[in-house]
Structures are given as C-alpha cells and as structure tokens.
C-alpha cells in the first residue's frame, strides 16, 4: 500500500493536512472570541461565503520580504480559512465546526506532495478557495 493508502486505511490525515486543519480551526476560534486576536485579524461579514478575513499583504519595497508575509502562517491561515463553507465558519461549537470542517476536507484529495513528487493537493491547491474560482 502506497503511503496514501495507509493513511486512508488507518483514517488518519497526511501532516499538510493537519497543519491545514490546525490553522482554519484556530482562525474559527478567532471569530468565535475562544482565543485573543493577537495577529489584529479583522473578520468581515459576507452572505455568500460568511465570515472572511481579507489577506495580510506584504508593504515592502523588497520581493523577498512581501514573499516572507504572503507565506506566513498567518497568511496562508486566512487563505485558507476563507477556502471553507460558510457552514463550517457559522458552527456554534467548536465539536460542530470539526465535524463540518472534516465532512468539507472528505471531499478534497489527501495526497501530499512527497519526496520527488512535485503534486501539490493542499485544500488551496483544489480551487476550494472563493477567490479563485
């Protein structure tokens, strides 16, 4: 069995995809005010897609520094909490939003990139996130 196979086998989730899963249920915390806001993270309201964050964008006048930002965590957090559905942002509990967040991440391949395999099949890579369709 392929590496993959073993995680679906044993229901794990591949590392990526618990980094991802860590960073969108802290970002839930954030809106719900279970967490301080130290990252100074402004949730704006939206019908369609529910609460979203607008990105952190680098104000330097160097590539490499505006990069540093983009790539943050706190960047690619916000990336990707604006990629889930409203149902999962808009949960009460935090039980109830890893519920929904789990039945969301079902539907998006598991395949992390791997040593000299160059496929990249993160939940941004899928084209789940509102601003990329």
Same mark, same amino acid.
């Given at each position: 069995m392929s590496y993959w196979q073993r995680l679906h086998h044993l229901g794990l989730y591949s590392?990526?995809?618990?980094?991802?899963? +860590?960073?969108?249920?802290?970002?839930?915390? #954030? +809106?719900?005010g279970l967490l301080?806001?130290? #990252?100074n993270l402004v949730f704006k309201p939206s019908i369609r897609r529910g609460p979203y964050v607008e990105r952190p964008l680098g104000k330097s006048k160097l590539k490499s520094i505006n990069s540093k930002i983009f790539n943050s965590c706190s960047s690619t957090a916000v990336s990707l909490f604006n990629a889930v559905p409203k149902v999962v942002k808009e949960q009460l509990t935090l039980?109830?939003?890893?519920?929904?967040?789990?039945?969301?991440?079902?539907?998006?391949?598991?395949?992390?990139?791997?040593?000299g395999n160059v496929v990249d099949s993160g939940i941004l890579a899928t084209g789940a996130e509102p601003g990329h369709r």
């Amino acid at each position: 069995m392929s590496y993959w196979q073993r995680l679906h086998h044993l229901g794990l989730y591949s590392l990526q995809r618990r980094r991802e899963r +860590y960073k969108i249920l802290y970002l839930w915390k #954030l +809106y719900h005010g279970l967490l301080p806001n130290h #990252l100074n993270l402004v949730f704006k309201p939206s019908i369609r897609r529910g609460p979203y964050v607008e990105r952190p964008l680098g104000k330097s006048k160097l590539k490499s520094i505006n990069s540093k930002i983009f790539n943050s965590c706190s960047s690619t957090a916000v990336s990707l909490f604006n990629a889930v559905p409203k149902v999962v942002k808009e949960q009460l509990t935090l039980e109830g939003a890893k519920r929904e967040l789990d039945k969301f991440l079902s539907n998006i391949p598991d395949e992390p990139p791997l040593k000299g395999n160059v496929v990249d099949s993160g939940i941004l890579a899928t084209g789940a996130e509102p601003g990329h369709r």
